[in-house]
């Protein structure tokens, strides 16, 4: 016998235009695009799908982090259907390895040991320039590549660290504004300006959940 057929599926939650026989709409190019960057025989759904079924679906989700469809503007949060609990077959070389499902447990493994893992090539870079500008005083200004360090590290860090409603996108905003603010202490002068990228960052991040709602 010949090998069993192993189909693409990708599905998106959206609206749809029932044009004769032609389905057009933004959920409809959400979902060719998923199943085109689906393994063979894999099943990839969009957060909008994930929110509805997981918790009334008997199998397991592997969050794959943050990507650009082709021709879509926007990245989208992007999760594996992984049937009877193990994903079926290896991931691919984009997606994010080990990185929590939003209120599960990562796919491989405990995520805080992912976490620390991660985060000793930054604590080491931020050791070493530490050292060197105690030695090299007087005069400190190690704060700042140590600061560009822990952005770099809160970046790559969000999409282990999401819970639930609070998403990747949520945490690097969050770590945006304390970097923010941290740079306003370094350059303290009495006025608290950080509150006003830290507004624009916040406004920002509430229109694309909502514009991400209402689509």
Known sequence: AGEPLRF?????????????????????NLAARLQSMAEPGGVLISRQVYEQVRAKLTVGFEYLGERRPKNLAEDVEIYRIAIGGAASGPPRAWSVLGAPAAGGVAPWGDWQSRVLRLARPYALGAAVLLGVDLLTGPGVWAQWPILVIAVAFGWQAAPYLQRGPIQART?????????????????????FWAIWPALGIVLLHILRRTRKTES
């Open 171 to 191: 945490i690097r905003a969050a770590v945006a504004i304390a970097a923010l603010c941290l740079a306003n202490l370094f350059t303290w002068d009495g006025y």
């Open 8 to 28: 693409r599926i990708g599905i998106h939650l959206g609206d749809v235009i029932v044009d004769g026989t032609d389905l057009l709409g933004d959920g409809v």
